[in-house]
């Protein structure tokens, strides 16, 4: 059974950068058949997701071309878990975000949600 | 990358039946076998119900299924219950993301 808990502050002032830590337990992240990802869900936007870290032989990363330029997913292979940083926040990047573990075309298991609201 | 379209809303009595679908293109729901659908009740996170199209994850009840014709995909719950009242999403791999597309999502009432 695999467990996600997010972690990381609700509030972040525009222009400053979003960051939340998902820690894994019943799993690892250096697992070689498993990926973890962020989503974010918003009213405007639906379900989007953001990217992903993944291990096979060596750390691999993808990002959604809507954020490509401002975020950051690492690996923490010392805590078994894994971050988001997305820099440059607008208002349009308020949304509760989701971590999640996939080792298919699909997502198995999810976070509980972080809501992170972006105002000064 | 454009959502995947489903109906806003879809409702039932208990014990009846209700399909909900979702179309996309040839790019992602008619291209491939890996459509997957998630309920979502109020401020909970999605749950995986079904995956690459018409498997069911271990704990999921057989009354959800799912199917695929060309570019729509369909979840079909059968035997309506009260607890199946939430959102539901598709979701599908997309030749122009490394990440799934999603859909717009669709409200289950039971009446």
């Known amino acids: 059974q695999v467990q996600l808990q997010q972690s990381g502050p609700g509030l972040v002032k525009p222009s400053q950068t979003l960051s939340l830590t998902c820690a894994i337990s019943?799993?690892?992240?250096?697992?070689?058949?498993?990926?973890w990802n962020w989503i974010r869900q918003s009213p405007s936007r639906g379900l989007e997701w953001l990217g992903r870290?993944?291990?096979?032989?060596?750390?691999?990363?993808d990002y959604a071309v809507s954020v490509k330029s401002r975020i950051t997913i690492n690996p923490d292979t010392s805590k078994n878990q894994f971050s988001l940083q997305l820099n440059s926040v607008t208002p349009e990047d308020t949304a509760v975000y989701y971590c999640?573990?996939?080792?298919?075309?699909?997502?198995?298991?999810w976070g509980q949600g972080t809501l992170v609201t972006v105002s000064s | 990358q454009s959502a995947l379209t489903q109906p806003a809303s879809v409702s039932g009595s208990p014990g009846q039946s209700i399909t909900i679908s979702c179309t996309g293109t040839?790019?992602?729901?008619?291209?491939?076998?890996?459509v997957s659908w998630y309920q979502q009740h109020p401020g909970k996170a999605p749950k995986l119900m079904i995956y690459?199209?018409?498997n069911r994850p271990s704990g999921v009840s057989n009354r959800f299924s799912g199917s695929k014709s060309g570019n729509t995909a369909s979840l079909t719950i059968s035997g309506l219950q009260a607890e199946d009242e939430a959102d539901y999403y598709c979701?599908?791999?997309?030749?122009?993301?490394?990440?799934?597309?999603f859909g717009t999502g669709t409200k289950v009432t039971v009446l």
């Open positions: 999640a573990r996939s080792s298919g075309y699909y997502y198995e298991d």
């Open positions: 019943g799993d690892s992240v250096s697992s070689n058949s498993a990926a």
């Open positions: 870290t993944y291990y096979r032989s060596k750390w691999y990363n």
């Open positions: 040839s790019s992602d729901v008619g291209g491939y076998n890996y």
């Open positions: 690459d199209v018409s």
């Open positions: 979701s599908s791999y997309t030749s122009s993301s490394q990440g799934n597309v």
